[in-house]
């Protein structure tokens, strides 16, 4: 009884640790799709365009407010890409925390060995939502040198657009209910590029294995081309287009799985409990009567 309990303890851990770090050689994580996907999901897809240049000649801001080309950040080392959107309420943290905690488990230096770009979704947000990310990032990397490493960018829409269509980054904007933050329904993903500024390889979901990560960094610094990965998205928002406001179904549910899970291990072992006592002094007072 006590490893059932503690096995589903465990399942809910996930959703109150600060990173997770996935099982070594595993590359797809998170839950799989629905069978069939919500409309508003449809186009909120991940095509893997392997191999495709990224436009180079795209320009944003960065968390200083200075103007830079992407190809800025090529022609050295690989990167690591995420594409997200500051201020997501939920999955966008949720994959920057998974990347953190599996580069934390890497030798690897950022600014050194490789790069990692972050680059909004939303053209709304700035350079000063940029810089504070960065700095919630990088406080959580732990290593304060590596700053020069670490590149959160902003850029219009027809720079987003561009470098969204070459990594087969699908999103749809849903609108926020009573004229308030617009939110973005979009997949997890994060993408390794070459010095050149070329797909190398795509990692789905929101925990990474640091050993996959390692091997594809140093294809990706040789100008390898990794293979597809299977297409398990993971997705944590609906969209509810009578109430228009988005729900964390996915989160909820396995919550209160968690829940009555444990309720009902627990249930049972007080039950188990009290029937071992009532038995065992049922046994007590027979013997006490046979003696």
């Not at 006590?2 to 997770?20: D, K, T, Y």
């Not at 629905?34 to 186009?43: A, E, G, H």
């Not at 990692?116 to 990032?137: M, R």
């Amino acid at each position: 009884m006590a490893i059932l309990f503690a096995c589903s303890a465990g399942a809910c851990m996930p959703f109150v640790a600060r990173a997770q770090v996935a099982p070594l050689i595993e590359k797809s994580m998170g839950d799989p799709a629905q069978s069939k996907l919500p409309t508003i999901l449809q186009k909120a897809t991940i095509e893997q365009h392997l191999d495709q240049q990224l436009p180079l000649n795209a320009v944003f801001r960065n968390e200083a407010g200075k103007t830079v080309r992407l190809g800025d950040y090529f022609g050295k080392r690989p990167a690591i890409l995420a594409l997200v959107y500051y201020r997501c309420p939920m999955l966008c943290s949720e994959e920057l925390n998974g990347l953190v905690g599996a580069l934390e488990m890497l030798k690897f230096t950022p600014g050194k060995d490789f790069d990692v770009i972050v680059a909004s979704i939303d053209p709304s947000e700035g350079p000063a939502l940029a810089a504070s990310e960065k700095a919630v990032y990088l406080k959580r990397y732990g290593r304060p040198e590596t700053a020069n490493g670490w590149h959160f960018l902003t850029g219009p829409q027809s720079s987003i657009d561009a470098l969204t269509q070459a990594v087969g980054f699908g999103y749809v904007r849903v609108p926020g209910p009573d004229g308030k933050m617009d939110q973005y329904a979009h997949a997890s993903s994060i993408e390794l590029i070459t010095p050149e500024g070329k797909i190398s390889q795509y990692y789905l979901g929101v925990e990474y294995s640091a050993r996959d990560m390692r091997a594809g960094l140093v294809e990706a610094s040789h100008g390898q081309i990794g293979t597809p990965v299977d297409l398990i998205y993971t997705y944590c928002y609906r969209y509810d287009p009578h109430t228009a406001k988005n729900s964390m179904i996915v989160v909820r549910i396995v919550q209160a799985g968690c829940l009555l899970t444990v309720l009902a291990l627990g249930a049972f072992i007080l039950i188990s409990l009290r029937q071992d006592a009532l038995h065992g002094g049922n046994a007590g007072a027979a013997k006490k009567a046979n003696g």
